[in-house]
C-alpha cells in the first residue's frame, strides 16, 4: 500500500491509483500474451489464424457494446466501493479459470477458442461495471475542475506507460515461461487492486446502496437525460468524430510510415513509442493546462491543434519530421482527452455518473470500430491507386485519408467552440 508520506492529489486517489497502475500493466502483459498465445499455438500454422486472433477483439467489443450501457444502470443503484471490489474478485478469479484451462492440452482448437473467447468476454464484461464505478469515485474523491482533470491526465498518463512496459515482456513471458505466468500475474495485480481499493475511504452519500433497480426503465431514464444535456451531447458528438478521425490514422499508420516516410517496418515502433511519449507528457501537463484555460477551452483547442498536426503529419514525406509532428500531435490529443472528464464529472449528478459512462464509452468504442473498418476498406479499394494533386500538393490513397481526418479533427474543435455551453452545469 502507498506510503501516508506519498500523496499525487491525496491520500485516497492515491490508493485509486497504486491500484490502477499494477492491474493496467498486467492487463496490457495478459493481452498481448493472449493474442501471440492464439496466434503462435493454440492456432499454429492454420490459414484462419488471423480470423482467430481477431475473434479475441471482437470479444472485446462485444462485451462493451451488449453489456457496457446495462451495467451502467447497475453502478447508479449499487455502492461504487463494493461494485469496484467485487468486479476485482470476478476478473482475477476468470483469469484463474482460464489459466486452468488453458492447461486441458488435449482440448479440440475449437473449443480451446471458444474458451478463450468466453473467458475475454466475461472479463471485459466485468470492466464495465468496474470502470464506471472508479470512474464516479475519483470524481467523489478528487474535488475541482483543475484536480479532476490532473487525476484524469495521471491515469492516462499510466495507461500510456502500462502499454508501453506491459507488451515487452510478454513474448519473454509466453516464449520462456509459458502463457499460464501471464496469466498469474494478471490475476496477482487483480488481487494487488482489490487490496489498494478496500482501504479508499468513500464519502457516505457516494458509499451507500440503492434499491435494486428497473434496468429497462432506468437505463430509459439515463438515455433520456442524456439526449437532454447539451453538454454531453456536445461531447459524445465531439468524440465520435474524433474516433472516426485518429482510428483511420491508427489503422492505417504502418502503411504510411513504410510508404510514404520510407521507414522500414521495424522502424514502425519508433512511431508507436513517440506517440506514446507525447500521450504521457499531454496527460501530465493537462492539469496545468485545464487549470490555466479551463476544460472546455482546453477541449476545443486541443482538436484543433491535433487535427492541424495531424494534416501536417499526412504531408511529411521522412521518418524524422513524421515523428516529430505525430509526437507533437499526441500532447493536445492527451491534453483534451483529459479534459472531458472533469467536464462531465461538473455536469452530471452522481446518481447518473455510471450511466452516462456507460453511454459516452461504447458510443465512442463503437464509432472507432467504424472508422477502423472504413480506413481499410478506404486504402484497399474505394482509393486504391488514387493520386491528385490539390494548390501544389499531391495527395495519394493513405496520406489523402490521414489529411481527412485531420480536417475532421479540426472541425470538431469549431464545433466544440461554438457548441459547448459556458457553463458546464
Known amino acids: 500500500m502507498p506510503s501516508s508520506r506519498f500523496h499525487l492529489i491525496n491520500r485516497d486517489f492515491t490508493r485509486l491509483w497504486t491500484g490502477q497502475a499494477v492491474s493496467t500493466v498486467g492487463d496490457y502483459v495478459f493481452d498481448t500474451t493472449l493474442t501471440l498465445w492464439v496466434a503462435t499455438e493454440v492456432a ?50 476468470l483469469v484463474a479459470a482460464l489459466l486452468l484451462f488453458s492447461l486441458a492440452h488435449g482440448l479440440p482448437v475449437g473449443l480451446r477458442l471458444a474458451g478463450i473467447y468466453l473467458a475475454v468476454f466475461a472479463l471485459n464484461a466485468a470492466g464495465q461495471f468496474f470502470a464506471p464505478a472508479r470512474f464516479a469515485t475519483v470524481g467523489a474523491v478528487v474535488a475541482g475542475e483543475a484536480d479532476r482533470a490532473r487525476a484524469a491526465g495521471i491515469g492516462q498518463a499510466t495507461t500510456g506507460a502500462a502499454s508501453i512496459i506491459g507488451p515487452p515482456l510478454a513474448a519473454p513471458l509466453l516464449f520462456t515461461v509459458g502463457v499460464q505466468w501471464a496469466m498469474a500475474l494478471n490475476a496477482l495485480s487483480y488481487l494487488f487492486s482489490y487490496l489498494a481499493i478496500r482501504s479508499v ?98 477541449v476545443w483547442l486541443g482538436l484543433v491543434l491535433t487535427g492541424v498536426l ?24 492527451a491534453v483534451l482527452n483529459t479534459a472531458v472528464s472533469p467536464l462531465i464529472l461538473g455536469s452530471t449528478p452522481s446518481e447518473y455518473l455510471g450511466r452516462v459512462i456507460a453511454v459516452f464509452n461504447p458510443a465512442s468504442q463503437l464509432a472507432g470500430m467504424v472508422s477502423v473498418a472504413a480506413a481499410g476498406w478506404l486504402a484497399a479499394t474505394g482509393l486504391a491507386g488514387f493520386h491528385g494533386e490539390l494548390a501544389g500538393l499531391h495527395f495519394g490513397p493513405v496520406d489523402t485519408v490521414f489529411a481527412v481526418s485531420g480536417l475532421l479533427v479540426v472541425l470538431a474543435g469549431c464545433y466544440a467552440a461554438v457548441a459547448l455551453p459556458r457553463r458546464s452545469g
Open 201 to 298: 475511504r468513500v464519502p457516505a452519500s457516494e458509499a451507500s446502496a440503492g434499491a435494486a433497480p428497473r434496468v429497462w426503465r432506468e437505463l430509459g431514464s439515463g438515455l433520456r437525460f442524456y439526449a437532454g444535456h447539451r453538454l454531453l451531447v456536445v461531447l459524445l458528438a465531439v468524440s465520435v468524430i474524433t474516433q472516426i478521425g485518429m482510428g483511420a490514422v491508427n489503422t492505417l499508420n504502418v502503411f504510411f510510415v513504410t510508404g510514404q516516410l520510407h521507414a522500414t517496418s521495424g522502424e514502425y515502433g519508433f512511431i508507436s513509442m513517440a506517440f506514446g511519449a507525447g500521450s504521457i507528457l499531454g496527460a501530465l501537463l493537462a492539469g496545468r493546462a485545464v487549470g490555466l484555460v479551463g476544460a472546455r477551452s482546453a
Open 310 to 333: 495531424v494534416f501536417g503529419y499526412s504531408r511529411q514525406s521522412s521518418l524524422l519530421t513524421g515523428v516529430l509532428l505525430l509526437t507533437l500531435a499526441a500532447v493536445p490529443a
Open 44 to 93: 499454429r500454422g492454420k490459414p484462419w489464424a488471423p480470423v482467430a486472433v481477431s475473434g479475441v477483439l471482437l470479444s472485446v467489443g462485444a462485451a462493451v457494446l451488449l453489456v457496457g450501457p446495462l451495467a451502467g444502470v447497475f453502478v447508479d443503484r449499487w455502492n461504487r466501493k463494493r461494485t469496484m471490489l467485487r468486479s476485482e474478485l470476478v476478473r482475477g478469479g
